[in-house]
């Protein structure tokens, strides 16, 4: 594209048309430097080119909104995140809640905002389009999780929500999650995250062909919250774990909110809750766009725990807490006894040890359920690329259980849900507060549960021992392909496809099942899931928020005795080992 003159002329244009109605000067002046680079005779030969290909990349086509919102990169042009496509996105949402609302109501919209650069700038363009479209706005009153927003979409009972965010993802990105709630959509999914086909209705209203000026703005057309709904939600999820028969609250935890906005919101929770030692890493504590100690904001990265982990071993704390940046995720570290090493817990073995403890306070009548107290009106929910074991877990208890779509605007959806989780470290233990995964309210219950182990003299291991012992040795594991070229996620899957593995770890595979053709009255998703004879699953799929190929694994071992333990979690890990050369080979890695 840019070695022709007429093609490099019009994508000039289009660049300078942008810097000049642009309303923020920071993205203005980016473009209006790389277009002095190209046209000035400042650049190298080198610089040239690549100032082009930077330009073409930004220009060519639009931000896609879809089911996860948008995310992106921050910077000038239609493909990236800036006020522009803010305006034009909030635009298109007020559009949808007018037309839904008609002449029966005045519609109402929530927005919050992490510390991530350019979101308060986000959240502020969002009200100025909301409040002049005739949307009764509010305005969180800081930066604040992610989770105090979904619960303020219901709280408020508003008809929508925006978080802006970018969660886990790298410094220079942010991002735009869409909540429904109020009058726009009925029964479960009210409060949750969009999915087909709001997410359509939306994007066909954001219209890059109008001029920008166009979008009337009204600066001062919102109502900031008042601080008192975070009093609210903190007390709210304290409740939850001041149950009578678990007054135990001995426990050192180490936290990290990981340069988010978590930090001060679990703090309050976690000593509410009654629990006084708690020390943040310092490195870590208070909110940071710039990510300084970390690669990758994210819990599941290598080397993101470091600090936490050593901050535990120098105090012989008993427990690590880390959130990612806007608190929706929780992760879970403790000394394995085994070997007297620290670990963090894996997203699977988090879900099943909550699901296991709250379906023992159901039992205890500790819980509190929707409608009345029995075990039918108990739902527990995950991911169809989680674990199995929590279906296991459902059926001894006498629960319910539903897989879903990856994603909590899934998992948010189930009827009746009662605790739901997906292995990305998500989880949902109170869908009555927040119909969305929290890390705040499922970090402060396993501190509940650390605690009570605690004082019975086990640990989080042994409670994971005795779910072998009683479902067998659920034993999981992943393999990430990232890519820089998406269509090559295309030419895997397709190739998958085309060639299906015949076998896994010398297993044959007894059943492949496409799920772009919808499975088990589940909703089509590009995805392909294996089950082979001795129950090891593999399910491979395009991630829905990176570019990257996912692919999950999990094999099932039966266990004997509490003897049987050491052996069948070698066997276990040599057979995930094989089935990772399995898929790499059938990928073609």
């Not at 209705?201 to 219209?207: K, M, T, V």
């Not at 050192?252 to 340069?259: A, F, G, R, W």
Request: with cysteine; glycine share 8%.
């Amino acid at each position: 594209m840019t070695s022709n003159p007429v093609e490099l002329d019009a994508l000039t244009a289009a660049a300078r048309a942008w810097a000049d109605s642009d309303p923020d000067p920071d993205t203005a002046r980016e473009l209006r430097s790389l277009l002095r680079t190209l046209e000035g005779g400042e650049g190298t030969e080198d610089e040239v080119a690549a100032a082009a290909l930077d330009l073409a990349d930004r220009f060519a086509g639009t931000l896609e909104f879809g089911t996860a919102g948008l995310r992106a990169a921050l910077g000038a042009g239609p493909r990236r995140m800036n006020r522009v496509v803010v305006r034009r996105t909030a635009a298109g949402i007020a559009s949808f809640l007018q037309e839904t609302a008609g002449d029966n109501w005045t519609p109402s919209a929530v927005i919050g905002y992490d510390a991530r650069h350019k979101s308060k700038d986000f959240a502020l363009e969002t009200a100025a389009v909301f409040g002049a479209a005739g949307i009764e706005t509010f305005l969180l009153p800081c930066t604040l999780p992610t989770p105090l927003l979904a619960y303020a979409v219901r709280a408020l009972d508003t008809d929508a929500g925006v978080m802006v965010t970018a969660s886990h993802n790298p410094a220079l990105d942010n991002g735009y999650k869409v909540y429904l709630g109020g009058r726009t959509v009925k029964g479960p999914g009210r409060g949750a995250q969009i999915v087909t086909p709001y997410d359509a209705e939306i994007a066909a209203r954001i219209d890059y062909s109008t001029p920008l000026g166009s979008i009337d703005l009204a600066p001062d057309g919102y109502t900031e919250v008042s601080e008192s709904l975070i009093a609210d939600y903190i007390g709210a999820v304290d409740r939850l774990m001041h149950a009578e028969g678990y007054p135990e609250r001995d426990l050192d935890i180490v936290l990290t909110p990981m340069h988010g906005v978590g930090g001060e919101t679990m703090t309050a929770v976690l000593r509410g809750a009654g629990f006084t030692k708690v020390k943040l890493v310092p490195e870590q504590a208070l909110p940071d766009p710039d990510f300084p100690t970390v690669a990758f904001p994210n819990p599941e990265e290598p080397g993101a725990l470091d600090l936490a982990l050593k901050l535990a071993k120098e105090r012989n704390a008993d427990l690590v807490l880390a959130n990612d940046p806007d608190a929706d995720r929780a992760a879970v570290a403790a000394k394995d006894p085994a070997t007297d090493e620290w670990r963090m817990l894996r997203g699977d073995e988090v879900g099943a040890l909550l699901g296991r403890h709250i379906a023992r306070r159901i039992a205890a009548g500790r819980w509190k359920v929707r409608g009345e107290k029995t075990r039918s009106n108990v739902v527990f929910a995950n991911s169809i690329v989680s674990s199995r074991l929590l279906a296991r877990i459902a059926e001894s208890a006498g629960f319910a259980h539903q897989e879903t779509l990856t994603g909590f605007k899934w998992i948010s959806r189930v009827p009746k849900l009662t605790y739901g989780y997906e292995e990305a470290l998500g989880y949902c233990v109170a869908p009555g507060l927040v119909r969305d995964k929290d890390g705040i309210s499922a970090g402060v219950l396993l501190a509940e549960l650390a605690a009570s182990l605690k004082a019975a003299g086990r640990t989080l291991f042994d409670e994971l021992d005795d779910l072998a012992l009683e479902h067998g040795l659920h034993q999981s594991d992943q393999l990430s392909v990232r890519v820089d070229n998406l269509a090559l996620l295309t030419e895997m899957m397709d190739r998958l496809r085309a060639n299906p593995p015949a076998s896994f770890a010398g297993s044959p595979v007894e059943t492949a099942v496409d799920l772009a053709e919808g499975a088990d009255g589940l909703p089509p998703t590009d995805g392909l899931r294996y089950i082979t004879r001795d129950g090891t699953r593999v399910i491979i799929r395009p991630s829905g928020t990176e570019p990257k190929l996912k692919c999950y694994l999990e094999v099932i071992e039966p266990v004997g005795s509490a003897d049987d333990l050491p052996a069948a979690r070698s066997k276990a890990r040599e057979s995930l080992d094989a089935v990772l050369a399995d898929v790499r080979v059938a990928l073609g890695l």
